[in-house]
């Protein structure tokens, strides 16, 4: 009898075994049959799944995990946002499979009903956008930089060109636009739905300068040139008239100088006013004689208005002639004339030292 139930005592553990071997080979198989994660083939025991994933419509190889990104804050100074790098935007199954996406666990479940393909569809939330500039300074005190750009939003940067320099133009890559500000100098970034780049390039400024004058006559009344340059006018006075004084609008600063103005370190548009003053211009000319003597009713130096003349009376050494005498007033170019013994100096119109040089008379 004690035999008996020691028997079945050992069926009954060896039947338990069993059993619990059993529930333990079907729950390891189950397991085995639950993907890992949606980039797996999915087999329920009878159909199976193949999914394709895509950022912007845009087919990439690599599953799309969420990432959180911290931004800071446009509107409040010194506080950063936590934000969601994508957003799951729809999927498409072969073979009229439905399914549901759970966005807490970031995940794609199929409600199987033959084999299929599914496509997830994800927005890009951020996009990066590199900003180049020529002859312009960036936040970061470069010409280059990256910004994240939210979309459906815009960006704006503060970016001040280069001093004599301003705005050309802005042209950015995948539809993206840009816009600048000339009076907040505020870069504005938007459209931004993909990685893009902008290039934004500043020109030198161009000047208009007008001249008019009194009593002159002026060879060319207006000039154009970039920031920085020099810029000159031929202006010629009328006979008699002397200059007096010229001004410049916007502080720009200009001399007078031998029949030219100069207008230096252009800065901006202008206009120069140049006045001419009537005055009795006189001339002195101051005169020598080698070899011979001026007589005492011709004084030297002799005065006179501008583009006169003036006479001097000479008496020559024995032994020299008037024939062959030589005007030497440096290299002043001047026009004279001899009459008898009186010789004119013509048309002055400059001061002028001259030496008057008779030849021997080698016949005697």
Not at 18 to 37: D, Y
Not at 95 to 103: L, Q
Not at 142 to 152: A, D, H, I, P, W
Not at 272 to 293: P, W
């Amino acid at each position: 009898m004690k035999k008996n139930k020691t028997g079945t005592l050992y069926l009954l553990l060896f039947l338990i075994i069993i059993a619990l071997a059993g529930g333990i080979i079907g729950l390891i198989a189950n397991l085995n049959m639950k993907p890992s994660n949606p980039s797996d083939s999915n087999d329920d025991g009878k159909f199976k799944v193949t999914y394709k994933y895509y950022v912007d419509n845009t087919e990439t190889s690599n599953i799309v995990k969420q990432e959180k990104i911290k931004i800071a804050n446009e509107e409040f100074e010194g506080v950063i946002d936590e934000k969601e790098m994508y957003t799951f935007e729809k999927y498409e199954c072969s073979n009229e499979v439905k399914g549901s996406w759970d966005n807490k666990k970031w995940k794609f479940t199929p409600d199987l009903t033959a084999d299929s393909t599914c496509k997830l569809y994800f927005i890009k939330n951020f996009h990066e956008v590199q900003i180049t500039t020529s002859n312009a300074l960036l936040p970061n005190n470069t010409n280059t930089q990256k910004v994240l750009v939210e979309r459906n939003n815009t960006k704006t940067l503060n970016l001040l060109p280069s001093e004599g320099y301003k705005f050309g133009k802005a042209k950015c890559t995948e539809g993206a636009k840009a816009s600048y500000d000339v009076t907040t100098k505020d870069l504005v970034i938007g459209n931004v739905n993909k990685d893009t780049k902008c290039d934004v390039s500043f020109i030198i400024n161009g000047f208009t300068v007008e001249v008019e004058a009194s009593n002159a006559e002026i060879k060319e009344t207006k000039k154009t040139a970039n920031y920085g340059d020099t810029v000159t006018f031929e202006i010629t006075p009328k006979e008699n008239y002397a200059f007096e004084s010229v001004t410049c609008t916007n502080e720009q600063k200009a001399e007078f100088n031998g029949n030219t103005l100069t207008i230096k370190g252009l800065t901006n548009d202008s206009k120069c006013t140049v006045n001419f003053k009537f005055t009795i211009v006189k001339y002195t000319v101051s005169l020598t004689v080698e070899n011979g003597t001026l007589l005492e009713s011709s004084k030297s130096p002799q005065t006179t208005n501008n583009n006169m003349e003036v006479s001097f009376a000479i008496s020559k050494n024995d032994g020299y002639l008037f024939t062959g005498a030589v005007l030497d007033c440096g290299a002043d170019k001047v026009e004279s004339e001899l009459t008898s013994n009186v010789l004119k100096i013509k048309n002055i119109n400059k001061n002028l030292t001259c030496k008057y040089i008779l030849k021997e008379d080698k016949a005697n």
